[in-house]
């Protein structure tokens, strides 16, 4: 929530929030992100449905198909994996984590939105044209999009005029979601270690 100046200078507002438990999620990617971030909901106690073509359930467990090194941890195993259409559907919460490719530019579309709940909240945590913008707008006027939380846009950096700008209830981000300096010195590492790894290697 906001902090608003009435806030700032003492007002003590109590506004109704929505309980987590047992809602639905649609989780749209299962990599490295969408993997932490189901952790997360599970512990929530949030209903996983996780949309990715990557992964399978195979007797029970949860593989990836495109890589055997991938292994999905006991804990997040029992998220849903199934298509985008069984996912959405009836989900309280549209979450997107996916990688941007010819495949999933404005996956994230009206037509598809609408097979969520009234009142649907997305996030996307992933790259900006895999949601399109102008039908989060249209979607957001008539209420059927209660509010979106956005760390990247499909303009950036999102232009002082964009209609998203006109709904208080949204909250945004400057791409920067992940650049903690915690995260930065891991992922630091992580890359020299592979230039070591290749140059050792030829």
Same mark, same amino acid.
């Given at each position: 929530?906001?902090?608003?100046?009435?806030?700032?200078?003492?007002?003590?507002?109590?506004?109704?929030?929505n309980?987590?438990?047992?809602?639905? /999620?649609?989780?749209?990617?299962?990599?490295?992100?969408?993997?932490?971030?189901?952790?997360?909901?599970?512990?929530?106690?949030?209903?996983?449905?996780?949309?990715?073509?990557?992964?399978?359930k195979?007797?029970?467990?949860?593989?990836?198909?495109?890589?055997?090194?991938?292994? /999905?941890?006991?804990?997040?195993?029992?998220?849903?994996?199934?298509?985008?259409?069984?996912?959405?559907?009836?989900?309280?919460?549209?979450?997107?984590?996916?990688?941007?490719?010819?495949?999933?530019?404005?996956? /994230?579309?009206?037509?598809?939105?609408?097979k969520?709940?009234?009142?649907?909240?997305?996030?996307?945590?992933?790259?900006g044209?895999?949601?399109?913008?102008?039908?989060?707008?249209e979607?957001?006027?008539?209420?059927?999009?209660?509010?979106?939380?956005?760390?990247?846009?499909e303009?950036?950096?999102?232009?002082?005029?964009?209609?998203?700008?006109?709904?208080?209830?949204?909250?945004?981000?400057?791409?920067?979601?992940?650049?903690?300096?915690?995260?930065?010195?891991?992922?630091?590492?992580?890359?020299?270690?592979?230039?070591?790894?290749?140059?050792?290697?030829?």
């Amino acid at each position: 929530m906001k902090l608003t100046i009435k806030q700032k200078n003492g007002k003590w507002f109590k506004p109704a929030g929505n309980s987590l438990s047992n809602k639905k /999620v649609c989780l749209i990617g299962f990599g490295d992100i969408g993997r932490s971030t189901a952790r997360k909901l599970l512990a929530f106690n949030l209903n996983v449905f996780v949309s990715d073509p990557g992964f399978e359930k195979v007797n029970n467990e949860i593989i990836c198909k495109y890589n055997s090194n991938i292994i /999905v941890p006991q804990s997040i195993q029992n998220v849903n994996i199934t298509t985008l259409d069984m996912a959405i559907d009836n989900a309280d919460f549209i979450i997107v984590t996916c990688a941007l490719n010819k495949h999933t530019h404005h996956l /994230v579309n009206k037509d598809n939105i609408i097979k969520a709940k009234r009142g649907v909240k997305i996030i996307n945590v992933a790259r900006g044209p895999v949601v399109k913008e102008a039908d989060v707008v249209e979607l957001l006027e008539n209420k059927f999009i209660s509010a979106v939380g956005f760390d990247v846009f499909e303009i950036e950096p999102l232009p002082l005029d964009s209609r998203l700008r006109d709904f208080p209830q949204n909250f945004f981000g400057s791409h920067n979601g992940s650049n903690t300096i915690e995260g930065v010195d891991r992922t630091s590492k992580i890359a020299i270690g592979k230039m070591a790894e290749f140059l050792n290697n030829n």
